[in-house]
């Protein structure tokens, strides 16, 4: 049966490693801490999950839309029937039960046509 290696390595001054100057520095290990990690460590950065670079695009020009679903009017009409959302976009997720003027920046076609379909009425402001 072989001997383990902390047996084997017992009394010896550098363990295996070569004489005293070798296995030093961060250099043996090809740097300290995340170190070449778009280099030559790179294969070791993909498998841990941290891909390095910039990905995808920024749209500098974007607008960032509020929306409401046809199916939460419900519950926002006052009790003339009338609902003002104001820069909001309307979407069609959904139904409406009853006839309700819309006030709103925007409408998708979906919601236009079921709050049409409901009797009601789309203002766009």
Request: glycine content about 18%; overall charge positive.
């Given at each position: 049966?072989?001997?383990?290696?902390?047996?084997?390595?017992?009394?010896?001054?550098?363990?295996?490693?070569?004489?005293?100057?070798?296995r030093r520095?961060?250099?043996?290990?090809g740097?300290?801490?995340?170190?070449?990690?778009?280099?030559?460590?790179?294969?070791?950065?993909?498998?841990?999950?941290?891909?390095?670079?910039?990905h995808?695009?920024?749209?500098?020009?974007?607008?960032?839309?509020?929306?409401?679903?046809?199916?939460?009017?419900?519950?926002?009409?006052?009790?003339?029937?009338?609902?003002?959302?104001?820069?909001?976009?309307?979407?069609?997720?959904?139904?409406?039960?009853?006839?309700?003027?819309?006030?709103?920046?925007?409408?998708?076609?979906a919601a236009r046509?079921?709050?049409?379909?409901a009797?009601?009425?789309?203002?766009?402001?």
């Amino acid at each position: 049966m072989p001997k383990s290696n902390l047996k084997k390595f017992r009394g010896s001054r550098t363990h295996g490693g070569g004489t005293h100057k070798n296995r030093r520095g961060g250099g043996s290990r090809g740097g300290r801490g995340n170190a070449g990690g778009c280099k030559h460590h790179f294969q070791r950065e993909m498998m841990r999950g941290r891909a390095m670079g910039k990905h995808g695009f920024y749209k500098h020009n974007a607008k960032e839309v509020d929306v409401v679903n046809v199916g939460e009017l419900d519950s926002m009409v006052d009790e003339d029937g009338r609902i003002d959302l104001g820069k909001v976009k309307v979407l069609g997720k959904g139904n409406i039960s009853r006839p309700v003027a819309v006030s709103a920046k925007t409408f998708s076609a979906a919601a236009r046509e079921k709050i049409e379909e409901a009797g009601g009425e789309v203002v766009v402001s």
